[in-house]
């Protein structure tokens, strides 16, 4: 499976460098953690976070993940979303990246 990749806010990033494990907001009521491939990213960040500063970029190695990855679309469409059932182990996490919108509060994905 290719890399995944997940957009946090950064204090809940910082938290999780605490508590040693990743569960962001809205995880309680989902069920899962919702990802990205590489291709996706740009699109679902300016879907739902438009402008928004304090934002990273994780980029996750779904080898290393402790919980299952389901691929799914639960909205409906054709196009399937990586869904992590279970917290994010930080040993998975390879890279974290700022993640911060230009000045039209557009996003681009981060050089590699």
Known sequence: MNLLYHIAEQDAWQQAQQTRQYVPAGFA?????????????????????????????LEIDPTLLKAEVRL????????????IYGVLNLEAVRRV????????????????
Do not use: K, T, W
Request: net charge negative; charged share 25%.
């Open 29 to 57: 009521e989902d069920g899962f953690i919702h990802c990205s491939f590489r291709e996706q990213v740009v699109p679902v960040a300016g879907r739902f976070y438009g402008g928004r500063m304090g934002l990273v970029l």
């Open 72 to 83: 799914e679309n639960l909205e409906g469409g054709g196009e399937l979303f990586p869904h």
């Open 97 to 112: 990246m700022d993640f911060s919108p230009a000045a039209d509060g557009s996003f681009e994905l981060p050089q590699e």
